[in-house]
C-alpha cells in the first residue's frame, strides 16, 4: 500500500502519526492542550458572534474608519494565504477565512 494514499482530507501517514502523539506524549500535557484548544475556539465564535450582532445594527459607517476596515481585509487576506501555503491546520485556517467573509460583509 502507497505510504502517503489519501483519505479523506488526511493521508495514511497522518494516522500514525496522531497514534504516536497519544503514545509518547504526556496525558497531562495533552489535556492542557485539547483544553486550551476548546477555550480558544469558544472565545473566537464569541467574538464573530459579538462582531456580527454589533455590524448587524450598523445603517450607516459615520463614526468609523473606512480605511482601517480595507487594511483589516487585505491583512486577514495575506495571513490567509500564508497559512494556506504552509499547509496549516483546518482548525487555524477556517476561522481565518471567516473572519474574511466577516470583513467582506461589513464592507458591503
Not at 506524549?25 to 475556539?41: F, P
Not at 473606512?66 to 491583512?75: I, Q, R, W
Not at 487555524?92 to 473572519?99: E, H, L, V, Y
Request: aromatic residues 12%; negative net charge; hydrophobic residues 45%.
Amino acid at each position: 500500500m502507497e505510504q502517503n494514499k489519501k483519505m479523506g482530507l488526511q493521508s495514511e501517514g497522518d494516522f500514525d502519526e496522531y497514534k504516536r502523539m497519544f503514545l509518547e506524549t504526556n496525558v497531562i500535557l495533552l489535556t492542557v492542550t485539547a483544553c486550551v484548544s476548546t477555550l480558544h475556539t469558544l472565545f473566537e465564535v464569541l467574538a464573530f458572534k459579538n462582531d456580527i450582532q454589533f455590524w448587524q445594527g450598523r445603517e450607516s459607517l459615520e463614526g468609523l474608519s473606512v480605511k482601517s476596515l480595507y487594511m483589516s481585509l487585505g491583512m486577514s487576506c495575506i495571513i490567509f494565504l500564508y497559512l494556506f501555503e504552509n499547509e496549516t491546520s483546518l482548525m487555524i485556517i477556517a476561522p481565518q477565512g471567516f473572519g474574511i467573509l466577516l470583513d467582506f460583509w461589513k464592507l458591503k
